[in-house]
Each structure stands twice: as C-alpha cells, then as structure tokens.
C-alpha cells in the first residue's frame, strides 16, 4: 500500500505570496493532521481533519487554513508568507480521529 | 496546553550498547504516549506507542515504559546499531473520540559510533 503522499516535495516562494500544500492519506485513513516543523525542532500541531470536519487547530494565525475532501486527501493553504513559515510541512494520517499517525515526506517550503 | 521536555538533545553509544531517552509531560490527562524515529531528510517514523492504561511495552530491541505518577515516559534501545542512528521524537496526547493532537519533544539525536 501506498504511504501518505505529499506535494510538491520543495516550494520556494517569496514574503507576502500564498502557498496551497497537498495531501493524500493512507487508503482506508479518514483523518488527515497537519504539522509544522522547523529545522531542529520537533512537529508543532497545527490543524487536523476527521470526515472532512476540523477536528482540532494549533497555535497558528488565521493565515493558515485547511480543508479536508470527499476522497479524504486535504490541502493546506498559507497565506501572506513570511520568512517565519520557512519550514518543513508534514502531513499524516490515521485510521481514525484517535488512532495513530503515520507521516509523508513532508513539503519543504522556503520563504525569501 | 500539554508541553513535553525531552533529554537528552544528543547521544553518542557505541554500538552494542543501550541508548535511554527521557521525556516528561505537564498534562495529566495525556494517555497516549508514541515515539517516533526521523532520518535526515526523511519522514518521522511510529516506532513504538503506549497508552496510559499500560507501564511497559516491549518490540525487539525497543521497550518504552511510562510513569503516570511522575508524568515521565522513556525510550529505551538495547544492542544498538549504526541504522539506530537518527534524531528520535517523543509526543504525549489525550485521545478523545474524534481526535489526537500530537506535542512533541525537542527530539535528541543519536549517534552510534561503530
């Protein structure tokens, strides 16, 4: 079975752009969870989506925002960039809302 | 919020011998307590969980095991190998119905020197 798929894998976008993220979870997942993680640092929550509903949200400014799809696979959208948002974006997902994560390879974005 | 300290940030074993890693959490509601393992540049791995109902769980050379009382949870890796090497996270969460918000530790990166 595929893993959690994640695109694009590298971005590099400019201060004050938007950046849309993508993801598709593990056939058979219903609940996708979005993290940040910023180099030497551990995953910091930041949104996650369980049948298509938000389920939770993390200490982040209303600059990011997310949705989940009918198929289950779910964007993550990031407005107005700053060079802050420079980071690694990781994507997971699980069976179901408590069951556990499994991660993609993440979106490496980096803003100049 | 839940907040998760983890030690140390770096590790040097030589191989064949244990490697401990040692988290504490502040949330006594937490109840799920993984571990994950990140290469560089690669993804972080579910190496081994625990909930709270249980203190010790064992998979191969892996055991990690949890105080409730003291709020802290350790990894523990015997015989280690020069593939063990890589920065290990642990996380604590309160599983509820519909969801499970991971915090993480700071991570510690393990080095196991042939």
């Known amino acids: 079975d595929a893993g959690v798929t994640q695109s694009p894998t590298h971005l590099i976008k400019t201060r004050g752009q938007h950046v849309t993220l993508r993801c598709s979870p593990i056939?058979?997942?219903?609940?996708v969870s979005w993290y940040q993680q910023v180099l030497g640092q551990g995953p910091q929550f930041i949104f996650q989506?369980?049948?298509?509903?938000?389920?939770g949200r993390g200490n982040f400014p209303d600059r990011f925002s997310a949705r989940q799809f009918p198929n289950y696979s779910s964007e993550l959208n990031v407005n107005a960039l700053l060079l802050g948002d420079s980071a690694l974006y990781l994507c997971?997902?699980?069976?179901?809302?408590?069951?556990?994560?499994?991660f993609g390879n993440g979106t490496r974005l980096t803003v100049t | 919020g839940e907040n998760v300290e983890q030690h140390p940030s770096t590790l040097s074993v030589q191989e064949g011998d244990s490697a401990v890693i040692k988290c504490t959490y502040s949330?006594?509601?937490?109840?799920?307590f993984p571990w994950y393992k990140q290469e560089l540049g690669k993804r972080p791995q579910l190496i081994i969980d625990?909930?709270?109902?249980?203190g010790e769980k064992k998979d191969q050379r892996i055991a990690v095991t949890l105080n409730k009382t003291a709020k802290h949870f350790s990894l523990h890796i015997t015989e280690t190998q020069p593939e063990d090497s890589a920065v290990y996270f642990c996380?604590?969460?309160?599983?509820?119905?519909?969801?499970?918000?991971?915090?993480f530790g700071g991570g510690t990166r393990v080095l196991v020197k042939p």
């Open positions: 997971a997902s699980s069976q179901q809302g408590n069951s556990p994560l499994h």
């Open positions: 056939s058979g997942h219903k609940s």
């Open positions: 989506y369980y049948e298509k509903e938000e389920r």
């Open positions: 949330d006594s509601a937490s109840n799920y």
């Open positions: 625990i909930r709270s109902n249980v």
């Open positions: 996380a604590a969460s309160t599983i509820k119905a519909a969801g499970n918000k991971l915090t």
